[in-house]
C-alpha cells in the first residue's frame, strides 16, 4: 500500500513537471515568434540598419559601468526620432516585449541590463540639441545628447549646464537617474534642473510633464509628473526630451586645497562654510587612504591626511572674499597647507588629485575592478559613518578609499577587488549592504546619486517602508500595466 501511494505520487510529481515544461516551451515558442514578427515591424519603422540581433550590439547594450554581469538584449533598435520610439514601442506593447532604455552605458548600478530579454532602445541617434533660450537660460535636448556636447554646443553663448557626474554621460539618461555630481551643493542635482520631459509610455502614448512645449523656471500647477519620471531609471517610460535650466559661466574660478588633522574637522569646516553662506560651488573630500594612493597614481605630495578640494564661482571681487573666508574658516578648525590657484593650469594640478581618483584606487590592485559605494546622510552624521566604515574596512581586510562630495553628506567608497576571488566579493557585498543600512539608521538613504538598479531594491524597500513602496508599485502599475518597462529594477 505505501509502494502504491509512493509511485502514485511520484507519478503525479513527473506528469506535474512534463506539463510545466510543456507549457513553458509553448510560452517560450509564442514569444519567439512573438519577436521574430516584431523584428520584422521594428524594420518597417526604422530600416534594417535600425535593427540589430547580432551577439556583439547585443551584448554592448546588455552592461553598464557596474559590477553586474552582462544581459543583453533579444533585439537592440535605434530609433532616430520620438516618432519611431512611439511605434516601436506600441509594438513591443503588442507584443509583450520588454523594453529597456539605452543611453552612453555609463550607469553604476546595472540599469540597462535585460533581466527578461526583450528590446534595447538605444536612443544614440537622436543626439539634437533642439532650442537653446540664452535670454531664459533653457535648453531642451534629445536623449543622446551627452553633457559634455551640450557644453561644448553652448560654448559661445556664455551659458553651460554645470551637473556633473564624472562620465560623459547623455543628459536624458543622467534625469532617468537623478544624477548629481561635485557641483551639486551650489548647481543642484538633476532634479533641481528638468523643466520638463517628454516622454514615451509602454503603449507608446507620449506625454509631457510640464505641459507641451512649457519651459517655466517654476510652476504649481497640478502634480509634479517631471519629478516623477526623474530618478525613475527607466521603468515608467523612455524620456525623449528634456529641457533644462542653464546657467552663466562664471566670471572667475578659483580652486583650493586644505588639508585637515581628522575627518571631524574637514567636515566642521565644511559646515561652517555654508554656514558662513559662502556660495562655494564645490567642496569635494577625499579621506587619508585615498589621498596617499593619488600621490602615488599622479606623483604629487600631499599630506596624507583627511583633505578638502574647493572651487570657488563669481567676480575676481567676490572670489577674494569668498577664499580670505574660507581660509579663515579652516585655519580655525586646524586645517593647514591652503593652497588656492585662479589660472587654469594651476587649478588642474591642484584637482588633479581628486579627477583622478578612481585610477589612483585601481592602481592600488593592478588588474583588479572597482565598485563605488553611494550613501548618503544628514551632514552632521558625515564624520561617525566615515569612521565607522573606515573602520569596517580595515576589520575585514577590504581596500576602499574614500572620495565624497561632503557639501552634500554624500560620499563613496571606491572598493577594489578582485572578481574572481568569491570569498572578497562576498566580503565586499556584505560590506556594501553594512554600510547602506548604517546609513539608513543615521536617518540617510542607500543611494546619493546612482541609483536603485539592480542591487538595492531590497535596501529600497527598507528605506521607504510599505506604504510609500505601495504608492510607488501603484503608480508603476498605472503607467505600465504590463510590466515592460526595464522590469526587474528598483521595484
Known amino acids: 500500500m505505501l509502494f502504491t501511494v509512493s509511485r502514485t505520487r511520484r507519478l503525479r510529481q513527473c506528469v506535474s513537471r512534463l506539463l510545466q515544461c510543456r507549457y513553458i516551451q509553448k510560452e517560450q515558442t509564442q514569444t519567439n515568434g512573438g519577436l521574430k514578427k516584431a ?26 559601468e ?24 506600441k509594438i513591443c506593447y503588442r507584443h509583450n516585449l520588454p523594453i529597456i532604455p539605452f543611453g552612453t552605458g555609463t550607469g553604476l548600478e546595472g540599469g540597462v541590463g535585460a533581466l527578461k530579454g526583450g528590446v534595447c532602445f538605444s536612443l544614440r541617434k537622436m543626439d539634437q540639441v533642439l532650442d537653446v533660450h540664452q535670454e531664459d537660460f533653457d535648453v531642451t535636448v534629445e536623449p543622446g545628447v551627452t553633457r559634455k556636447a551640450l557644453n561644448s554646443y553652448l560654448r559661445d553663448t556664455g551659458l553651460w549646464f554645470p551637473v556633473d557626474p564624472g562620465a560623459d554621460a547623455s543628459l536624458c539618461g543622467m534625469a532617468a537617474t537623478s544624477a548629481s555630481g561635485t557641483n551639486a551643493v551650489h548647481y543642484g542635482t538633476m532634479r533641481e534642473n528638468v523643466l520638463n520631459l517628454e516622454v514615451v509610455l509602454a503603449d507608446g502614448s507620449v506625454v509631457h510633464t510640464a505641459g507641451k512645449g512649457r519651459r517655466p523656471r517654476k510652476s504649481a500647477a497640478g502634480y509634479n509628473l517631471t519629478n516623477l519620471f526623474v530618478g525613475s531609471e527607466g521603468t515608467l517610460g523612455i524620456i525623449t526630451k528634456a529641457t533644462l535650466r542653464l546657467y552663466g559661466i562664471p566670471e572667475a574660478v578659483v580652486s583650493a586645497v586644505c588639508s585637515f588633522p581628522s575627518v571631524q574637522a574637514a567636515v566642521d569646516s565644511t559646515v561652517h562654510v555654508l554656514q558662513a553662506g559662502v556660495p562655494i560651488a564645490r567642496i569635494e573630500f577625499l579621506d587619508d587612504v585615498m589621498v596617499d594612493a593619488c600621490n602615488k597614481f599622479n606623483s604629487l605630495s600631499y599630506p596624507v591626511t583627511p583633505t578638502l578640494f574647493l572651487e570657488f564661482h563669481g567676480t575676481e571681487d567676490s572670489l577674494d572674499e569668498q577664499v580670505r573666508t574660507t581660509e579663515e574658516i579652516t585655519s580655525a578648525n586646524g586645517g593647514a597647507d591652503f593652497q588656492w590657484a585662479r589660472d587654469e593650469g594651476t587649478r588642474a594640478r591642484l584637482w588633479k588629485a581628486r579627477h583622478d581618483a578612481w585610477y589612483a584606487a585601481l592602481a592600488l590592485r593592478p588588474g583588479c575592478k572597482a565598485y563605488a559605494t553611494d550613501v548618503c546622510v544628514p551632514l552632521s552624521r558625515l564624520p561617525h559613518i566615515i569612521v565607522e566604515t573606515k573602520e569596517d574596512l580595515i576589520q575585514n ?19 577594489v577587488l578582485d572578481p574572481d576571488d568569491s570569498d572578497e566579493v562576498q566580503r565586499v557585498h556584505q560590506f556594501t549592504e553594512r554600510l547602506a543600512r548604517r546609513a539608513l539608521a543615521l536617518e540617510g538613504t542607500c543611494t546619493g546619486e546612482h541609483g536603485v538598479g539592480l542591487g538595492k531594491r531590497a535596501l529600497l524597500r527598507e528605506e521607504m517602508g510599505p506604504g510609500a513602496m505601495g504608492v510607488m508599485q501603484s503608480l508603476k502599475e498605472s503607467l505600465d500595466p504590463k510590466n515592460l518597462m526595464n522590469p526587474g529594477k528598483v521595484l
Open 39 to 64: 523584428i520584422s515591424a521594428f524594420t518597417s519603422v526604422c530600416g534594417e540598419d535600425g535593427v540589430s540581433t547580432g551577439e556583439t550590439v547585443r551584448e554592448q547594450h546588455g552592461r553598464d
Open 66 to 89: 557596474s559590477v553586474h554581469r552582462c544581459r543583453p538584449p533579444d533585439v537592440v533598435v535605434f530609433p532616430r526620432c520620438v516618432e519611431e520610439v512611439s511605434a516601436l514601442a
Open 397 to 415: 581586510g577590504l581596500t576602499g578609499p574614500i572620495a565624497g562630495h561632503v557639501g552634500d553628506g554624500n560620499f563613496h567608497c571606491i572598493m
